[in-house]
């Protein structure tokens, strides 16, 4: 079945340091990949996607690329800031599955200013 | 604006009751889901709805039944054979297209003593 391993947390830094929190899945077909962020006591919201191979999804100065030899869809940003601290997960949905989407455990960031 | 809506977000229960969760989306999604998150956990799957007058269960489904009587509503009912029901509940929709995020609603904290 489909699964996705997050990088485990949680994940501390100072304000303006360069982030990566790992993703990487197994999958039967060809999913699209998500990035969602949750702030505390709220639903999680969509940060950003990719579709296909290669493809290279933003938002808000986050970034992540769909690796398809890797299998891997890490989150990237080039300098935090306090207001990023949330939880993040990475998660796919397969329409071989009927479209239903699987989660990491999610990561728990901190920025410290 | 549209958006998802869960009501109440804060519900206590008396353990052998049963509780329903309301879930409302304006966003015209065929699809709905519901998802159980425990503390630093990521999101299991309790049920899933492809279209009104149809469900299907998640990883997670015993002790929960649901209804999809009508495109915009998808309630959940946490009955007393739920071993373990105290929990963050989310309600999330997409539509059925590939690649198609979910949509959060911010979800119901569940106390059961």
């Known amino acids: 079945g489909d699964s996705v391993t997050q990088m485990e947390g949680p994940v501390t830094l100072s304000e303006e340091a360069f982030l990566t929190i790992n993703c990487t899945y197994t999958a039967t077909g060809y999913p699209s990949l998500f990035w969602y962020v949750q702030y505390p006591g709220e639903g999680l919201q969509l940060l950003l996607k990719a579709t296909k191979a290669d493809d290279k999804g933003s938002n808000k100065g986050f970034e992540a690329t769909y690796r398809k030899e890797t299998t891997s869809f890490h989150l990237e940003k080039g300098s935090v800031q306090v207001s990023d601290s949330a939880v993040y997960f990475c998660?796919?949905?397969?329409?071989?599955?009927?479209?239903?989407?699987?989660f990491g455990d999610g990561t728990t960031l901190t920025v410290k200013p | 604006d549209g958006g998802i809506t869960q009501s109440p977000k804060y519900l206590f229960r008396k353990e052998g009751q049963n509780v329903t969760l309301s879930c409302e989306q304006n966003?015209?999604?065929?699809?709905m889901y519901w998802y159980r998150q425990d503390p630093g956990q990521g999101l299991r799957l309790i049920y899933y709805s492809q279209i009104v007058n149809d469900f299907q269960k998640g990883d997670i489904a015993e002790g929960y039944s649901v209804s999809r009587e009508k495109k915009e509503s998808f309630p959940l009912t946490v009955t007393s054979a739920q071993k373990n029901p105290t929990a963050f509940y989310l309600c999330a929709s997409s539509n059925t297209r590939g690649g198609s995020p979910l949509h959060f609603g911010n979800g119901t904290r569940l106390t059961v003593t």
């Open positions: 998660a796919l949905s397969d329409l071989t599955n009927a479209g239903k989407s699987t």
């Open positions: 966003l015209n999604h065929d699809a």
